[in-house]
């Protein structure tokens, strides 16, 4: 199979695309797979090292107020479908597929504008931008929340997959992970908190806070926290004023490279609601505490964490609470740890929203648009 790959700006939206383009690998060994981002994208960090090649074609989103910003938006807006399509006159794929972020659309534009089958992923709750502009030609809509159908326009295009996720957080169980990190078995109940790879000044807070006032006094409690490259230096020196440091039951990093291992062994994981991090909580049957960034477009982030927590899988806590009442946050992780038929039914609950063959039910569909497409243009040569 011959296929482009497009998605950019976060990491879920990349890590879905090299998900997708590795099942496609390992299913047709023979298969030609490139990427296609931007040139300061993080895609450019993720696929490096990658057997595929990334092409840039450069885009912008619109910024809410009048700039100079937005004038050099529009024109990259001009310019950036016709080098799509010498990119995709170039590899000629037999498919395109999309995974989100502003790239996508004169990707897959250029590409139905010049019949080439095209598929989307949208991990979010509620569609994207990118997947709201491009459904109308799309060949296939892929869905990680089988309830983003009821935002779309043609809902009869869509097919609820889940989120392909790459390898590591279904290799290894709680049992294993906690025999591993506590070989001793000194520790009864295990926290894991994070809110990403740079960090976030509010998580940082709200998780020291909870140490301080009730992790540090609990001493069957280990609690691991990571707060990100931007806020180290700043959430070590409040670590360090709070008396954190000479707690054998609390630990700060500025980054998690055992993450599967980590979230295996932990009871509860209190982190953001981000949808790829949703569905890796979702593959481990993970109780959680979500704090939704505010900060990101649309509120996904929220309304995420709101679909899990009307379904019983997930306990959600806004930033903007914390400051009316730090207290309530700690209360609401104190409750959940104690209550443990509480946490097995989120468990139980966070696990409906896995599907573990995501991947594979992606590459299967792909593979029937690339075989109707070849068939398609076998009977017009005819």
């Known amino acids: 199979m011959k296929v482009l790959m497009t998605g950019g700006g976060t990491g879920g939206h990349v890590n879905p695309a090299i998900a997708i383009a590795d099942c496609i690998a390992e299913n047709e060994p023979g298969s030609e797979i490139a990427f296609v981002g931007t040139a300061r994208g993080i895609e450019n960090k993720l696929l490096a090292g990658s057997p595929y090649p990334l092409y840039h074609v450069e885009i912008r989103g619109l910024k809410r107020s009048l700039s100079l910003s937005n004038l050099k938006t529009a024109y990259y807006v001009l310019r950036a479908p016709g080098k799509a399509k010498r990119l995709l006159r170039d590899f000629q794929p037999e498919l395109v597929v999309g995974t989100g972020g502003y790239v996508c659309w004169p990707v897959l534009k250029a590409a139905q504008d010049m019949g080439i089958p095209t598929a989307l992923h949208e991990s979010n709750a509620v569609p994207g931008v990118a997947v709201r502009m491009l459904e109308k030609r799309a060949d296939r809509i892929f869905l990680n929340f089988e309830e983003a159908a009821e935002y779309l326009k043609y809902p009869q295009k869509a097919m609820h997959t889940g989120n392909p996720l790459r390898g590591g957080f279904s290799a290894i169980d709680r049992a294993q992970a906690r025999r591993k990190l506590d070989p001793a078995g000194k520790y009864a109940l295990r926290i894991l908190s994070f809110g990403g790879s740079m960090g976030a000044e509010r998580v940082n807070d709200m998780v020291l806070t909870l140490m301080r006032d009730y992790v540090a006094g609990n001493k069957k409690i280990y609690h691991l926290h990571a707060c990100g490259a931007i806020e180290r230096d700043l959430c070590s020196a409040q670590y360090a004023d709070m008396g954190l440091s000479r707690c054998e039951n609390t630990a700060l990093e500025e980054y ?27 593959m481990q049957n993970k109780a959680c505490l979500l704090i939704p960034s505010p900060n990101v477009t649309g509120n996904h982030q929220l309304k995420n964490a709101q679909a899990l927590e009307r379904a019983g ?30 946490r097995q039914a989120m468990e139980k609950a966070i696990g409906n929203f896995c599907v573990p063959d995501a991947k594979k039910r992606i590459y299967k569909e792909l593979r029937r648009l690339a075989d109707q497409s070849t068939a398609s243009r076998a009977q017009k040569k005819k």
């Open 256 to 282: 998690i490279y055992d993450m599967p291992e980590q979230m295996a062994a932990a009871d509860l994981v209190i982190c953001r609601a981000g949808a790829m991090t949703l569905s890796e909580l979702a």
């Open 313 to 342: 899988a997930a306990a959600v806590f806004e930033e903007k609470d914390f400051a009316a009442d730090p207290d309530r946050f700690v209360r609401t992780a104190a409750e959940l740890l104690t209550d443990g038929g509480r």
